[in-house]
């Protein structure tokens, strides 16, 4: 946004603020309902849409007329309305769907979160815990729904991440990879795509490892990855040469993290590694989406981002040593270390 100078800037804070957010909420309102799975053959009359969609007829029609008029879909002179190219992301079977986001952006659980942000600047609290007097992960545990679309984003992450992160680091190295809170697999799956020496091992809550469907079942049928339940916080799975732990250390503050990390230590094998998966934030004033990741992490689960300075200290702390850090071409690095009584 360096771009932006004087009344541009003053004008793109007034969109943020003002009627563009108003006009993203009729967005996401319009994706929740599937208008463009609805559409995306032929077009359809607003009462059909209503109907489909169990809507007030003439709520819906005012908010679609809203929306085409920024190009998101089309009216004819019937009341029918078609898809635009615009409107293509927000069917769930485009190859660039953004439904995954939406319905993560679009959920009370993190509205109402995000709302109370300023609880958390006052007082260092998490804003999750004042608004729904629990933590994150027990939410997680006991709202199915939300958790449904929690895992999706997560496991969509990995998808568009996964080769990048992949393509970064020899994995070929290990015999066998733990996946440490690796949710429903799509990482460890690719890895073992890519590797055909490694064995892996999916370690997650054991409600999150028993949903896990999808490309991990080939590696599970054929013997070379298996699931595992349990807490990370209490111990992993033990005797792996390598630990992978994507987007899992910013979750938690540092006595957290550390537990985690610890335990990895405890587990591994001779000669082996911790492999940390995490945004680093970059030093000075430089734009950058970890930075937005972090207050993300203050709202819901009291973690935080770290630098590389700040991840080499709490790797010593938990008996390891930061090996090196390779940037992929993801937003992603890979943090690589070993135990702090090698070299």
């Known amino acids: 946004m360096d771009e932006l100078q004087g009344t541009d800037w003053v004008e793109h804070l007034r969109r943020l603020i003002g009627p563009d957010r108003e006009f993203a909420q009729a967005v996401r309102v319009v994706a929740q309902l599937g208008i463009a799975d609805l559409v995306k053959d032929d077009p359809r009359h607003i009462a059909e849409l209503a109907e489909l969609t169990n809507t007030h007829e003439q709520s819906l029609y005012r908010v679609l007329r809203y929306v085409a008029s920024r190009g998101l879909f089309a009216e004819d002179s019937d009341g029918r309305f078609s898809i635009t190219a615009r409107a293509q992301p927000l069917r769930d079977d485009s190859a660039d769907s953004i439904m995954v986001d939406v319905r993560w952006n679009s959920s009370d659980v993190i509205r109402r979160s995000w709302d109370n942000l300023g609880h958390s600047v ?3 609290q998490t804003a999750f815990d004042y608004t729904f007097g629990r933590p994150f992960f027990d939410h997680l545990a006991d709202d199915r729904e939300f958790a449904q679309v929690f895992n999706d984003a997560m ?5 568009d991440e996964g080769p990048d992160i992949v393509a970064a680091h020899d994995f070929s190295r290990y015999g066998s990879v733990v996946d440490v809170g690796g949710g429903h697999g799509a990482l460890l799956a690719l890895i073992l795509d890519s590797y055909p020496g490694v064995t892996g091992v999916l370690f ?7 949903g896990a469907r999808g490309a991990i079942d080939r590696h599970v049928a054929n013997g070379r990855a298996t699931r595992v339940g349990g807490s990370f916080f209490k ?3 033990p005797g792996a040469d390598a630990y992978l732990l994507k ?4 979750d938690w503050d540092d006595e957290q993290a550390l537990s985690i990390l610890t335990n990895c230590r405890a587990a591994m ?11 680093v934030v970059p030093e000075g004033n430089a734009e950058a989406e970890v930075k937005h990741l972090d207050v993300t992490m203050l709202v819901f689960t009291g973690g935080r981002e770290r630098t590389e300075r700040e991840y080499g200290a709490l790797l010593t702390r938990a008996g390891l040593r930061l090996l090196s ?3 992929t071409d993801s937003p992603f690095s890979i943090l690589e270390a070993v135990a702090g009584s090698e070299g």
Do not use: F, Q, W
């Open 204 to 210: 997650d809550g054991p409600e999150v490892v028993a």
């Open 235 to 237: 111990a992993v799975p």
């Open 122 to 124: 006052r007082t260092g």
């Open 247 to 250: 987007y899992i250390v910013h």
């Open 325 to 327: 850090t390779t940037a």
């Open 269 to 279: 094998a001779p000669n082996g590694r911790v492999l940390i998966v995490e945004m």
């Open 155 to 159: 496991t969509t992450s990995s998808v």
